[in-house]
């Protein structure tokens, strides 16, 4: 994965023999934008830091995520603030989301950067992804609770739902005591 992508948005679909038919890796928003359009102003500085292994299990049981986490893309700003990216299989393929968290401990924002299934790409729609916001890292997101689905990318958006919540359950177990 490259996260230097371009600034603008780029589409690169290759068109398959397989029985899917069409497989498309959407790029739509690099680190930069994200962190601007989450937190206009902020200066962020990438942070490296070795998740405990008591921490990871927590993330798995918590979110149901068992795709293991990567722990490298974290960024924290002189606010206080955080930006967390992480990757979850959609229905056969990889989404990388970005997860915004405020000096409040509440999610600032949740945006997709990379979609790559050849639908399923409500999950963009700034009214789902709104369904995040100002949430704590102590409330638990449940699908089809707290965050509702979306019909024609349900598993897409329980995916990513679990992955905002294993973030959440990082930032609240070991990020939010940095």
């Known amino acids: 994965m490259q996260w ?4 603008y948005l780029a589409v690169i679909c290759l068109a398959t023999t397989a029985p899917l038919g069409h497989v498309c890796a959407k790029h739509y928003l690099s680190v930069d934008e994200v962190k601007q359009a989450m937190f206009s102003g902020e200066v962020f500085t990438k942070i490296d830091i070795e998740v405990p292994e008591l921490i990871k299990e927590k993330m798995r049981k918590e979110s149901g995520v068992r795709h293991a986490y990567q722990q490298k893309h974290i960024w924290k700003s002189s606010q206080g603030s955080w930006l967390l990216i992480d990757e979850v299989v959609g229905k056969h393929e990889m989404i990388t989301y970005a997860v915004g968290v405020n000096n409040k401990g509440q999610i600032q924002g949740v945006e997709i950067l990379e979609y790559n299934e050849s639908y399923g790409e409500q999950i963009r729609e700034k009214k789902w992804l709104e369904q995040f916001k100002g949430r704590g890292a102590s ?5 089809n609770q707290e965050i509702k689905n979306i019909t024609g990318a349900t598993l897409s958006s329980k ?5 905002v919540q294993r973030l959440m359950v990082l930032y609240r177990e070991h990020l939010s005591r940095i």
């Not at 230097?4 to 600034?7: C, L, Q």
């Not at 995916?159 to 992955?163: L, P, Q």
């Open 4 to 7: 230097h992508s371009p600034s």
């Open 139 to 143: 409330e638990q997101l449940r699908f």
């Open 159 to 163: 995916h990513v739902t679990n992955g």
